[in-house]
Nanobody, 122 residues
């Protein structure tokens, strides 16, 4: 599966952005999908994941209550709605696909998109 992330940009603190990740290839609905992010000089970290039918989700503690992950299997797309953005949310955001259960370990996701930059100004 090939992944293409989009929707990043520059936003003021407190604002919102919605990221999209379009997948090509068949069997999208069988994948667990996730978002990770990487700030300069920091490790890539887990943000959120959604299971194959959207019924199960998982979030990193720093984004709980502010971010929402969802998917449309009809459109082969996964979304990340980001509200109440903070400067510390600034990073390159990557979408990833895996064939295992929901998880935050990067090793569970063999397929990665190219990343989209999110910058939150204070």
């Amino acid at each position: 599966v090939q992944l293409q992330a989009s929707g990043g940009g520059v936003v003021q603190a407190g604002g919102s952005l919605r990221l999209s990740c379009a997948a090509s290839g068949r069997a999208f609905s069988t994948y667990t999908m996730a978002w990770f992010r990487q700030a300069p000089e920091k490790e890539r970290e887990f943000v959120a994941a959604v299971n194959w039918n959207g019924a199960g989700t998982s979030y990193a503690d720093p984004v709980k209550g502010r971010f929402t992950i969802s998917r449309s299997n009809d459109r082969n797309t996964v979304y990340l709605q980001m509200n109440s953005l903070k400067p510390e949310d600034s990073a390159v955001y990557f979408c990833a696909a895996g064939v295992s259960v929901l998880g935050s370990d990067r090793k569970m996701y063999p397929y990665w998109g190219q990343g989209t930059q999110v910058t939150v100004s204070s």
